[in-house]
């Protein structure tokens, strides 16, 4: 039903950006919770960022603790994309990155919130 496409991973030296993209198909791809998630080597997979669908009330952005102020996610409904701005990169933050697609009135912050999987973008940091 939902197919996700990542993308703009790369390279970077600590203390540099990146912004990761994520094309998905759908027709209903407003109504959907969208979220990213990483994976370092030898470690579980982590949750990063979510956004809300459209006509949410309240708090429409959800991060974890070790991205807040340094990470923005964004959706753009009339693309079908959402986007991952990181700054002020750290070589913690070297994983690969995965978009993914929930469900309407779903939850937001845990990997089995999600229903739709991209194949994951990787990101690495430099010291």
């Known amino acids: 039903q939902v197919q996700l496409v990542e993308s703009g991973g790369g390279l970077v030296q600590a203390g540099g950006s990146l912004t990761l993209s994520c094309a998905a198909s759908?027709?209903?791809?407003?109504?959907?919770?969208m979220g990213w998630f990483r994976q370092a080597p030898g470690k579980e997979r982590e949750f990063v960022a979510a956004?809300?669908?459209?006509?949410?009330?309240?708090?429409?952005?959800n991060y974890a603790d070790s991205v807040k102020g340094r990470f923005t996610i964004s959706r753009d409904n009339g693309k079908n994309t959402v986007y991952l701005q990181m700054n002020s990169l750290k070589p913690e933050d070297t994983a690969v990155y995965y978009c993914?697609?929930?469900?309407?009135?779903?939850?937001?912050?845990?990997?089995?919130?999600?229903?739709?999987w991209g194949q994951g973008t990787q990101v690495t940091v430099s010291s």
């Open positions: 993914a697609a929930g469900r309407q009135f779903g939850g937001w912050s845990r990997s089995t919130d999600y229903n739709y």
């Open positions: 759908g027709r209903t791809f407003s109504i959907y919770p």
């Open positions: 956004v809300a669908p459209i006509s949410t009330i309240g708090r429409t952005t």
